[in-house]
């Protein structure tokens, strides 16, 4: 993997796509500081100038099909896990793609991805990895970074280095079914809440609050959740929301 560092942009999601003829498939597009990022369900992305690792890659998911598509964001997800724990930095997956050490979000990742007919045409990953920031100004209700959690600063061609080999490792996964497989079941392997054990939930079309315990993910990437009552719920991106 390649690596492309801007010094400003508005959001390495909206360059890549705006220079996708130009830039080669799996080049990490870096920037030094990013003045608009763009985060999930429409939100902002706050990052400092050049402390944290914030990138874009662009890749074509052959043999991947829509109703599959969550698979890259497992991958992606993974990649990001790998990379902290070459730290030495425990994390894991909330669902569906945040990453989280204990109940504190160090990393949030963006996929836009492009259907045309039963085939994704590309896939654009923004990932957002919180690295040496300390203070966090906007009303993200929960953030940290890997200075926050260990008290060292760390050098960000160095994080950007490892997540490269890590995105090339579990990216190259993604072409083959058993490499698919192996990605879900990791997947699962490193859900945050995903011990068999009962927390709060909110469902968002009721704001019933219920118990349960995360009883699957689905290749869809809907989460099965059941109840104290045993009872067993599905629920799509948005649905449902964990309570602290
Ligand atoms: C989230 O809301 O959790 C997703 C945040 C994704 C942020 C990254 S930073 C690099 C890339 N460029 C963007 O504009 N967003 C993503």
């Given at each position: 993997m390649?690596?492309l560092?801007?010094?400003?942009?508005?959001?390495t999601?909206?360059y890549?796509k705006e220079?996708?003829?130009?830039i080669?498939?799996m080049?990490?597009v870096?920037?030094v500081?990013q003045?608009s990022?763009?985060?999930q369900?429409g939100?902002?992305w706050?990052?400092?100038r050049?402390?944290?690792?914030v990138f874009s890659?662009?890749f074509?998911?052959l043999?991947?099909?829509?109703?599959?598509?969550?698979v890259?964001?497992?991958?992606a997800?993974?990649?990001?896990?790998?990379?902290l724990?070459?730290?030495d930095?425990?994390?894991?997956v909330?669902?569906p793609?945040?990453?989280?050490i204990?109940n504190?979000?160090i990393c949030?990742?963006l996929?836009?991805?492009?259907?045309?007919?039963t085939?994704?045409?590309?896939s654009i990953?923004?990932?957002?990895?919180?690295?040496n920031q300390?203070e966090?100004?906007?009303?993200?209700p929960?953030?940290?970074?890997?200075k926050?959690?260990?008290g060292r600063?760390?050098?960000?061609s160095?994080v950007?280095?490892?997540?490269?080999?890590n995105?090339?490792y579990?990216f190259?996964?993604?072409?083959?079914e058993?490499?698919?497989?192996?990605?879900?079941?990791l997947y699962?392997?490193?859900?945050w809440?995903?011990d068999g054990?009962?927390?709060?939930?909110?469902?968002?079309?009721?704001s019933?609050?219920?118990m349960?315990?995360?009883?699957?993910v689905?290749?869809?990437?809907h989460?099965?959740?059941?109840?104290?009552s045993g009872?067993?719920?599905?629920?799509?991106f948005?649905?449902?929301?964990?309570?602290k």
């Amino acid at each position: 993997m390649e690596i492309l560092i801007l010094k400003e942009v508005d959001s390495t999601n909206t360059y890549i796509k705006e220079n996708c003829t130009t830039i080669k498939p799996m080049t990490m597009v870096a920037a030094v500081e990013q003045t608009s990022g763009r985060g999930q369900r429409g939100n902002c992305w706050e990052t400092e100038r050049s402390k944290n690792l914030v990138f874009s890659f662009y890749f074509h998911p052959l043999g991947i099909l829509p109703s599959q598509q969550f698979v890259i964001s497992e991958a992606a997800a993974l990649a990001v896990v790998s990379t902290l724990h070459d730290f030495d930095i425990s994390a894991n997956v909330k669902w569906p793609n945040d990453i989280y050490i204990d109940n504190k979000k160090i990393c949030g990742i963006l996929i836009e991805n492009s259907i045309l007919g039963t085939s994704i045409t590309t896939s654009i990953i923004g990932i957002g990895l919180n690295v040496n920031q300390t203070e966090f100004l906007s009303d993200a209700p929960n953030p940290v970074s890997m200075k926050l959690i260990t008290g060292r600063d760390y050098p960000l061609s160095i994080v950007a280095e490892k997540m490269s080999v890590n995105l090339d490792y579990f990216f190259g996964l993604l072409s083959t079914e058993k490499g698919r497989e192996s990605i879900h079941a990791l997947y699962l392997d490193n859900l945050w809440r995903g011990d068999g054990s009962l927390y709060p939930f909110k469902d968002v079309a009721t704001s019933d609050i219920f118990m349960a315990s995360i009883a699957d993910v689905e290749l869809t990437g809907h989460l099965c959740l059941k109840k104290e009552s045993g009872q067993t719920c599905r629920f799509a991106f948005k649905e449902v929301e964990f309570i602290k």
